[in-house]
C-alpha cells in the first residue's frame, strides 16, 4: 500500500462519502453539504484552533518586548536569537503554538479541498475517477453525481461575488488578530500580510470551482465567530477593549511577570522554571525572585503602565 | 533601515508565492479540471476516423487544456494520418488554479460516418459535419454559440441525427443540413449515446430515467425510472433494453412498455454499454468485474474478474467478446464455454470504445497511441501515435 492509498483511504475516502451523505440528508444540496462539513470539521478542530489563536495573541503581546530586543541585540545575531527564545520559555510561550496547530490542520484542509474538487465532477474523467473513492452505501451510489448549482452559483465555476467574500472575511480575520505595532519594519509587514493574502486568495478563488470558495468563506466566518467570542473585535475596532479569558488572562500575566522581572546574568533558565512558575500563579502567590529574567533596561526601573491606559476599562 | 524594510518584504512576497503554489499543486494534485477527450476510432471506406485525446499543458499541478482539439483520419491499413481538420477552441488564459480557463474540443463520443459525411461531437457543445473525404466543413450546430457540453456519442436514422447534451435535452437534427428537427427535454445531464431501433429513440440521463421516444417527432413513448443516475448507452436486443447505472445496477427493461423485467447488482456502477450474444448480456463494471447474465431471467452465469476497472465498450467477434480494462488488457471471452483468455497486454489506458472493421479491431489509448490488432489472434498489425 503506497502512501497515496494510505491518503485515499485516511482522508479522501471518509470526506468524500460524507460530502455525499451530507449532500443526500440536506435536501440535495452540495453547497449545504461543504457548509456542514466545514463546520463540523472546524469545531472537530476547536481545541487546535483556539490554542493557535491563543498563541499567537500572545506573541502579539510580546512584540513590544521583542522590538526592545532587537533594538538592543540588532547587530549581535546570535545573543538575540538566545534572549528571544528565553523571552518565550520564560513567558510560557511555544512559537510553535502557532505553527503545529495549522500543521495538524493542513492535511484535513487538502483533503477537504480535493474532495470537494473530485466530488464535483464536472467532466467525466473525474466522475469515473470518483468511482474508486466510494464506500458500498446504497445512499452514496443513490445521491450521485451531485447537483453544483447553489443558490445563484455554479459550485463548479468561480465566482467574483464568492471571491470577494473570501477576501473580505479574509482580511477581517486578520484584522482582528493584528496587533498594532510601533516597529516600522513590523508594521509594514503586519500591513502587506493584512492586504497581500485576502487579494491573493480572492484572486485564486477566481480561478477554482466556487464550492472550494464556500468551504473558504464558512471556514473564515467561523474563525471569525471564534476570534470575537475569545477576544471581540480585536484589531478590527481600536478603541474596542478586549474580552480576555482565563487562559489569555495566564498568557498576559507571564509576559508581565517576565518584563517585570529584575535583571540577572542567568542565561539559560531551569526547565522546572515554568512548571514553578505555574504553581504558584495557580496558588496565587508571588514568584520568588531568583535573580534571572533580563537586563534591567531604565525602562524596567519605572512603573509599569498598561498598554492603552492606566486602567482597565470594564466592557458593558 | 530601507534595505530591512526591502528584505521583510521580500521575504513576505516569497512565503505568499510559496504558499500559493504549495496550495495550487497540493490540492489540485491527481485531479482533473480540463476534458482530455479522446474517441473511440470509427471505421468507413478504409480510413479510420477519431479525435485524439488532448494534450495537457503545463500548470501548478493542474491539468490545463490544450488550445484546440481536432479530427484526424487515418488510413486504416497502417496507420498513417490523410488528413486532420482543427475543430477551434479559444486560447487559455493564464492563470493559477484549477478551472477550466478555455474552451477546448474534448471529444469524448466516437465520430458517426454516414455516405460522405464524418460527425463529430465536441465537449464545446457544437456538433461538425464535415466532408470524410477532405475535412471540408459542411455544417455546425449551433451556428452561433455554443450548446452545453456534448460527452456522449450519436447516432444517425431516418436521415436525423440524434445525440443527448449536458442540458438535459435530446437533438434530433437534419443529418444533411444540421436544421434542428426536434428536442425533447429530460431533467439532468445526458452523457450517454442514444440507441435506435425501430422507430424508437432510447436515451439514458442523470436524471435516473431511461427514455423511450419517437425518433419521428420526439414524443416520449414511456419512461423507466430507476435508484441511481444513468450514464451508459443502453443495448436494444430481442425486444429488450439492457442498462447499468450509477446506483450499480444493471436493468432489463421491456422495449414495449418500459417495464422492467429484472436488475442484477454488482459492486460498483455501470459505464459502459454492454453487447448480446445467444441470451447471453456481457457487461463490465468499474468493480473490475465483467458479468455474464441470462439475458431473459438476468441470473448470473459467470463473472470474470479482470483486476482493472472496465469503461471501454467491448465489441463481439464471432463468438467472442473482446474485451477491455482501463489497465490496458485486452481479453477475448469465449461466449461457447465462457473461457476468458489473455487477448493482448497494451500496458496503455483505455477508455475509448473498441472498434471492429473487416476482421482488425482498433484501439486508441489515453497515451494517444492507435493500436490495430488481428481481430483472430490478437498479434500487434501496427501501432501509430494520433495526437
Not at chain 1, 440536506?26 to 456542514?36: D, K
Not at chain 1, 481545541?47 to 510580546?62: D, F, G, V, W, Y
Not at chain 2, 488528413?83 to 471529444?107: D, K, M, N, Y
Not at chain 2, 470524410?132 to 450548446?147: C, T
Given at each position: 500500500?503506497?502512501?497515496?492509498?494510505?491518503?485515499?483511504?485516511?482522508?479522501?475516502?471518509?470526506?468524500?462519502?460524507?460530502?455525499?451523505?451530507?449532500?443526500?440528508?440536506?435536501?440535495?444540496?452540495?453547497?449545504?453539504?461543504?457548509?456542514?462539513?466545514?463546520?463540523?470539521?472546524?469545531g472537530?478542530?476547536?481545541?487546535?484552533?483556539?490554542?493557535?489563536?491563543?498563541?499567537?495573541?500572545?506573541?502579539?503581546?510580546?512584540?513590544?518586548?521583542?522590538?526592545?530586543?532587537?533594538?538592543?541585540?540588532?547587530?549581535?545575531?546570535?545573543?538575540?536569537?538566545?534572549?528571544q527564545?528565553?523571552?518565550y520559555?520564560?513567558?510560557?510561550?511555544?512559537?510553535?503554538?502557532?505553527?503545529?496547530?495549522?500543521?495538524?490542520?493542513?492535511?484535513i484542509?487538502?483533503?477537504?479541498?480535493?474532495?470537494?474538487?473530485?466530488?464535483?465532477?464536472?467532466?467525466?474523467?473525474?466522475?469515473?475517477?470518483?468511482?474508486?473513492?466510494?464506500?458500498s452505501?446504497?445512499?452514496?451510489?443513490?445521491?450521485?453525481?451531485?447537483?453544483?448549482?447553489?443558490?445563484?452559483?455554479?459550485?463548479?465555476?468561480?465566482?467574483?461575488?464568492?471571491?470577494?467574500?473570501?477576501?473580505?472575511?479574509?482580511?477581517?480575520?486578520?484584522?482582528?488578530?493584528?496587533?498594532?505595532?510601533?516597529?516600522?519594519?513590523?508594521?509594514?509587514?503586519?500591513?502587506?500580510?493584512?492586504?497581500?493574502l485576502?487579494?491573493?486568495?480572492?484572486?485564486?478563488?477566481?480561478?477554482?470551482?466556487?464550492?472550494?470558495?464556500?468551504?473558504?468563506?464558512?471556514?473564515?466566518?467561523?474563525?471569525?465567530?471564534?476570534?470575537?467570542?475569545?477576544?471581540?473585535?480585536?484589531?478590527?475596532?481600536?478603541?474596542?477593549?478586549?474580552?480576555?479569558?482565563?487562559?489569555?488572562?495566564?498568557?498576559?500575566?507571564r509576559?508581565?511577570?517576565?518584563?517585570?522581572?529584575?535583571?540577572?546574568?542567568?542565561?539559560?533558565v531551569?526547565?522546572?522554571?515554568?512548571?514553578?512558575?505555574?504553581?504558584?500563579?495557580?496558588?496565587?502567590?508571588?514568584?520568588?525572585?531568583?535573580?534571572?529574567?533580563?537586563?534591567?533596561?531604565?525602562?524596567?526601573t519605572?512603573?509599569?503602565?498598561?498598554?492603552?491606559?492606566?486602567?482597565?476599562?470594564?466592557?458593558? | 533601515?530601507?534595505r530591512?524594510?526591502?528584505?521583510s518584504?521580500?521575504?513576505?512576497?516569497?512565503?505568499l508565492?510559496?504558499?500559493?503554489?504549495?496550495?495550487?499543486?497540493?490540492?489540485?494534485?491527481?485531479?482533473?479540471?480540463?476534458?482530455?477527450?479522446?474517441s473511440?476510432?470509427?471505421?468507413?471506406?478504409?480510413?479510420?476516423?477519431?479525435?485524439?485525446?488532448?494534450?495537457?499543458?503545463?500548470?501548478?499541478?493542474?491539468?490545463?487544456?490544450?488550445?484546440?482539439?481536432?479530427?484526424?483520419?487515418?488510413?486504416?491499413?497502417?496507420?498513417?494520418?490523410?488528413?486532420?481538420?482543427?475543430?477551434?477552441?479559444?486560447?487559455?488564459?493564464?492563470?493559477?488554479?484549477?478551472?477550466?480557463?478555455?474552451?477546448?474540443?474534448?471529444?469524448?463520443?466516437?465520430?458517426?460516418?454516414?455516405?460522405?459525411?464524418?460527425?463529430?461531437?465536441?465537449?464545446?457543445?457544437?456538433?461538425?459535419?464535415?466532408?470524410?473525404?477532405?475535412?471540408?466543413?459542411?455544417?455546425?450546430?449551433?451556428?452561433e454559440?455554443?450548446?452545453?457540453?456534448?460527452?456522449?456519442?450519436?447516432?444517425?436514422?431516418?436521415?436525423?441525427?440524434?445525440?443527448?447534451?449536458?442540458?438535459?435535452?435530446?437533438?434530433?437534427?437534419?443529418?444533411?443540413?444540421?436544421?434542428?428537427?426536434?428536442?425533447?427535454?429530460?431533467?439532468?445531464?445526458?452523457?450517454?449515446?442514444?440507441?435506435?431501433?425501430?422507430?424508437?429513440?432510447?436515451?439514458?440521463?442523470?436524471?435516473?430515467?431511461?427514455?423511450?421516444?419517437?425518433?419521428?417527432?420526439?414524443?416520449?413513448?414511456?419512461?423507466?425510472?430507476?435508484?441511481?443516475?444513468?450514464?451508459?448507452?443502453?443495448?436494444?436486443?430481442?425486444?429488450?433494453?439492457?442498462?447499468?447505472?450509477?446506483?450499480?445496477?444493471?436493468?432489463?427493461?421491456?422495449?414495449?412498455?418500459?417495464?422492467?423485467?429484472?436488475?442484477?447488482?454488482?459492486?460498483?456502477?455501470?459505464?459502459?454499454?454492454?453487447v448480446?450474444?445467444?441470451?447471453?448480456?456481457?457487461?463490465?463494471?468499474?468493480?473490475?468485474?465483467?458479468?455474464?447474465?441470462?439475458?431473459?431471467?438476468?441470473?448470473?452465469?459467470?463473472?470474470?474478474?479482470?483486476?482493472?476497472?472496465?469503461?471501454?465498450?467491448?465489441?463481439?467477434?464471432?463468438?467472442?467478446?473482446?474485451?477491455?480494462?482501463?489497465?490496458?488488457?485486452?481479453?477475448?471471452?469465449?461466449?461457447?464455454?465462457?473461457?476468458i483468455?489473455?487477448?493482448?497486454?497494451?500496458?496503455?489506458?483505455?477508455?475509448?470504445?473498441?472498434?471492429?472493421?473487416?476482421?482488425?479491431?482498433?484501439?486508441y489509448?489515453?497515451?494517444?497511441?492507435?493500436?490495430?490488432?488481428?481481430?483472430?489472434?490478437?498479434?500487434?498489425?501496427w501501432?501509430?501515435?494520433?495526437?
Amino acid at each position: 500500500m503506497g502512501i497515496g492509498d494510505i491518503w485515499n483511504l485516511i482522508a479522501m475516502q471518509p470526506v468524500i462519502n460524507t460530502l455525499i451523505v451530507l449532500t443526500h440528508y440536506l435536501f440535495n444540496s452540495f453547497g449545504l453539504a461543504i457548509i456542514a462539513l466545514t463546520l463540523i470539521v472546524n469545531g472537530a478542530m476547536f481545541p487546535l484552533t483556539l490554542k493557535q489563536i491563543r498563541a499567537s495573541r500572545a506573541m502579539q503581546e510580546m512584540q513590544p518586548k521583542i522590538a526592545e530586543l532587537k533594538k538592543k541585540y540588532g547587530k549581535d545575531k546570535e545573543k538575540m536569537a538566545r534572549e528571544q527564545m528565553r523571552l518565550y520559555k520564560e513567558s510560557g510561550i511555544s512559537p510553535a503554538g502557532c505553527l503545529l496547530p495549522l500543521l495538524i490542520q493542513m492535511p484535513i484542509w487538502i483533503a477537504l479541498f480535493q474532495s470537494i474538487m473530485r466530488v464535483l465532477a464536472v467532466i467525466p474523467e473525474n466522475l469515473t475517477g470518483l468511482s474508486q473513492y466510494l464506500y458500498s452505501w446504497p445512499v452514496v451510489y443513490s445521491t450521485l453525481p451531485l447537483s453544483s448549482e447553489f443558490l445563484w452559483l455554479d459550485l463548479a465555476t468561480g465566482d467574483i461575488f464568492l471571491a470577494l467574500l473570501v477576501g473580505g472575511t479574509m482580511w477581517v480575520q486578520q484584522k482582528m488578530v493584528m496587533a498594532p505595532s510601533v516597529d516600522p519594519g513590523q508594521r509594514t509587514q503586519s500591513t502587506l500580510m493584512l492586504w497581500m493574502l485576502p487579494i491573493m486568495f480572492a484572486w485564486l478563488t477566481l480561478s477554482f470551482p466556487s464550492g472550494l470558495a464556500l468551504f473558504w468563506v464558512t471556514s473564515n466566518i467561523f474563525r471569525i465567530g471564534l476570534q470575537y467570542f475569545i477576544g471581540g473585535w480585536g484589531g478590527l475596532v481600536k478603541s474596542a477593549p478586549r474580552r480576555d479569558t482565563g487562559r489569555d488572562k495566564k498568557y498576559k500575566q507571564r509576559i508581565a511577570e517576565v518584563e517585570e522581572a529584575p535583571l540577572g546574568g542567568a542565561d539559560v533558565v531551569p526547565s522546572s522554571a515554568q512548571e514553578e512558575d505555574l504553581s504558584y500563579e495557580e496558588s496565587g502567590d508571588k514568584r520568588p525572585d531568583r535573580g534571572g529574567g533580563y537586563p534591567k533596561s531604565p525602562r524596567d526601573t519605572k512603573p509599569k503602565s498598561r498598554r492603552g491606559g492606566g486602567r482597565r476599562r470594564k466592557r458593558g | 533601515m530601507v534595505r530591512n524594510r526591502a528584505l521583510s518584504v521580500g521575504k513576505i512576497g516569497l512565503v505568499l508565492i510559496l504558499l500559493l503554489v504549495g496550495l495550487t499543486a497540493v490540492g489540485c494534485l491527481g485531479i482533473k479540471t480540463a476534458p482530455e477527450g479522446g474517441s473511440g476510432a470509427t471505421i468507413a471506406d478504409g480510413t479510420i476516423f477519431l479525435s485524439p485525446v488532448l494534450e495537457q499543458a503545463g500548470g501548478f499541478g493542474c491539468s490545463t487544456p490544450a488550445v484546440e482539439g481536432k479530427l484526424v483520419a487515418v488510413n486504416a491499413e497502417n496507420g498513417v494520418q490523410r488528413w486532420e481538420i482543427p475543430l477551434g477552441g479559444s486560447a487559455p488564459a493564464s492563470g493559477f488554479g484549477c478551472a477550466q480557463a478555455a474552451t477546448p474540443v474534448a471529444v469524448y463520443g466516437s465520430p458517426v460516418v454516414v455516405g460522405e459525411l464524418v460527425y463529430v461531437a465536441g465537449y464545446n457543445g457544437k456538433i461538425y459535419a464535415l466532408n470524410a473525404d477532405s475535412g471540408a466543413l459542411r455544417w455546425v450546430y449551433p451556428r452561433e454559440g455554443n450548446l452545453q457540453p456534448i460527452v456522449g456519442g450519436m447516432v444517425v436514422a431516418l436521415d436525423r441525427l440524434y445525440f443527448g447534451c449536458s442540458d438535459g435535452k435530446v437533438y434530433a437534427l437534419d443529418a444533411a443540413t444540421g436544421d434542428m428537427q426536434w428536442e425533447f427535454a429530460t431533467e439532468d445531464k445526458i452523457w450517454s449515446t442514444p440507441a435506435v431501433d425501430g422507430g424508437t429513440l432510447y436515451v439514458s440521463s442523470f436524471d435516473k430515467k431511461l427514455y423511450a421516444i419517437s425518433a419521428v417527432d420526439g414524443i416520449q413513448q414511456w419512461q423507466f425510472e430507476s435508484e441511481g443516475a444513468m450514464a451508459s448507452t443502453p443495448l436494444v436486443y430481442n425486444n429488450m433494453v439492457y442498462i447499468g447505472t450509477i446506483d450499480r445496477y444493471f436493468y432489463a427493461i421491456r422495449a414495449s412498455d418500459g417495464t422492467k423485467q429484472w436488475e442484477f447488482q454488482a459492486e460498483k456502477w455501470f459505464w459502459t454499454r454492454a453487447v448480446a450474444f445467444e441470451n447471453t448480456i456481457y457487461v463490465g463494471c468499474f468493480d473490475n468485474k465483467v458479468y455474464a447474465l441470462n439475458a431473459l431471467s438476468g441470473e448470473k452465469i459467470t463473472e470474470f474478474d479482470l483486476e482493472s476497472p472496465i469503461r471501454s465498450w467491448p465489441v463481439l467477434v464471432e463468438d467472442r467478446v473482446i474485451i477491455a480494462t482501463e489497465a490496458g488488457k485486452v481479453y477475448a471471452i469465449d461466449t461457447a464455454n465462457n473461457q476468458i483468455g489473455l487477448f493482448a497486454d497494451l500496458a496503455e489506458t483505455i477508455y475509448a470504445p473498441l472498434s471492429l472493421s473487416e476482421g482488425v479491431i482498433y484501439i486508441y489509448t489515453q497515451e494517444q497511441n492507435l493500436h490495430a490488432l488481428n481481430a483472430a489472434s490478437g498479434v500487434r498489425l501496427w501501432t501509430q501515435i494520433v495526437k
